[in-house]
């Protein structure tokens, strides 16, 4: 029964230490952006509204939602954008499932539009993808040195994770 006890316990303290070490790591995720938010992709939605307030970075993503059996995804110039005219699109994102991803991995203006007419009704989407902001930098400490700074960043938390393994081996067996 204490061996169930130990092992258990020690498999919290496992847990604890993975958490220590992904907690060390910085992450850095994309975004989806659902294009129209609950509405989706469609007609009658004001797009360039709904993305005033959003920043949109290198490696995100814009998901479409719409009626796979009128409308589609593509990707023309700014002048295409402008006049609604599709007939010289650069990309066509419409995979035909109307559940279709534009993955932003270049730092530029996208324009978007549906063809068949439906930009005409305001199914169009401009949008500006930027670079991703460095980490903000924390404050300079006075009378600190690399080391300690490498100590309380790296070799702390690796010494305490590599003590809670040793403590879970030396309790399983």
């Known amino acids: 029964m204490k061996k169930a006890c130990g092992f258990s ?3 919290i303290m496992v847990a604890i230490a993975v958490v220590l070490m992904v907690v060390m790591v910085p992450q850095v ?3 989806r952006w659902t294009v129209g938010g609950n509405k989706g992709w469609t007609t009658n939605v004001n797009y360039t509204i709904w993305a005033q307030d959003k920043h949109f970075y290198k ?3 814009l998901f479409f939602v719409y009626d796979r059996n009128q409308m ?3 990707e023309v110039n700014k002048t295409d954008y402008e006049s609604c005219n ?10 035909g499932a109307g559940r279709d991803v534009v993955p932003l991995n270049v730092t530029r203006d996208y324009y978007i539009i549906s ?3 439906f930009c005409y009704g305001g199914m169009k989407l401009a949008i500006h993808v930027e670079k991703l902001p460095p980490p903000p930098t924390a404050s300079p400490v006075k009378n600190a040195s690399p080391v300690s700074n490498l ?4 070799v702390l938390p690796a010494v305490v994770a ?3 393994l040793w403590d879970a081996f030396v309790h399983i067996w």
């Open 72 to 74: 589609n995804v593509l």
């Open 162 to 164: 590599i003590g809670v």
């Open 9 to 11: 316990s020690s498999l």
């Open 151 to 154: 100590r309380g960043q790296y």
């Open 86 to 95: 599709s007939d010289h699109f650069l990309h066509n994102w419409t995979t």
């Open 59 to 61: 490696d995100d993503w």
């Open 29 to 31: 995720s994309a975004t």
């Open 115 to 117: 063809g068949k007419g």
